[in-house]
């Protein structure tokens, strides 16, 4: 699948015109009312906003099955990683929030989440799931109710930040292995997406620093299980799953 960015919006019906331009003005995109079938482009419809390419769609949801049996899990390798005291509720920085599947874990067992997503197109995404989040479910609610949701640059908010968090969490994308199978449709047109606005090679490097330099108590990274550690200081410790790990930096 190619990599291009979104530059289109269009809408279902009459009843999402008015969303879709707001977003089309708020995200610099064209809105079109017939967008070609195989370009990538943000769809509005009414059950919310979803990226999509031809038949393949991406959205955010935290309504489905799937999120609800990883949500009731109480021993989450992250939730282990976090170091928590005793149902200590802890204030997290997501640093790189993606489609907030971390951070809504995070928050419905307690924790306070700031969300932090450079890509505007995925975090409209998160924005909208995030919305129909709180309408829904009174857990899920309350989940979504402890995240504030901001579209930055991580290292440039970390550095403004006037009181530290409790935690710094990071979550480099996994590198390129072209000797695995491609992943599910979804998760290419997330890449497809985002390929164009990638950051430097370096970038988590020095976005580990920036963690380090301002994290209250500790940095937690995902990685692969097997990857090497991000570049910088050595980690003091791991968390290890079957197929990811999740690096712990201590402070002081």
Avoid: N
Avoid at 167 to 176: C, F
Avoid at 181 to 198: C, N
């Amino acid at each position: 699948m190619r990599d291009e960015p979104c530059r289109t919006i269009g809408f279902a019906g009459p009843a999402q015109h008015p969303a879709a331009q707001a977003l089309a003005r708020q995200l610099g995109l064209t809105l079109r009312v017939e967008p070609a079938a195989a370009e990538l482009l943000l769809w509005v419809h009414a059950g919310g906003l979803e990226l999509r390419r031809g038949t393949a769609a991406v959205r955010c949801d935290f309504t489905v099955p799937q999120l609800a049996q990883r949500l009731a899990r109480g021993r989450h390798d992250l939730l282990r990683a976090l170091g928590a005291r005793g149902g200590e509720r802890l204030r997290v920085t997501d640093a790189t929030a993606g489609l907030g599947i971390d951070a809504i874990t995070l928050a419905h067992h307690g924790h306070r989440v700031v969300a932090l997503e450079r890509c505007r197109i995925t975090a409209a995404l998160l924005a909208d799931g995030l919305l129909r989040a709180r309408q829904g479910p009174p857990a899920i609610a309350a989940a979504a109710g402890r995240i504030r949701l901001h579209c930055r640059e991580a290292d440039g908010y970390l550095h403004s930040l006037p009181t530290a968090p409790d935690v710094i969490y990071l979550d480099p994308m996994y590198g390129e292995d072209r000797s695995r199978a491609q992943p599910r449709l979804a998760m290419q047109l997330l890449r497809a997406l985002t390929a164009g606005e990638a950051a430097p090679a370096e970038a988590p490097g020095r976005l580990l620093t920036a963690a380090l330099a301002r994290a209250g108590r500790r940095v937690v990274v995902k990685r692969p299980l097997r990857a090497p550690a991000l570049p910088g200081p050595r980690p003091h410790g791991a968390i290890r799953g079957r197929t990811t790990r999740y690096d712990i930096y201590g402070i002081g």
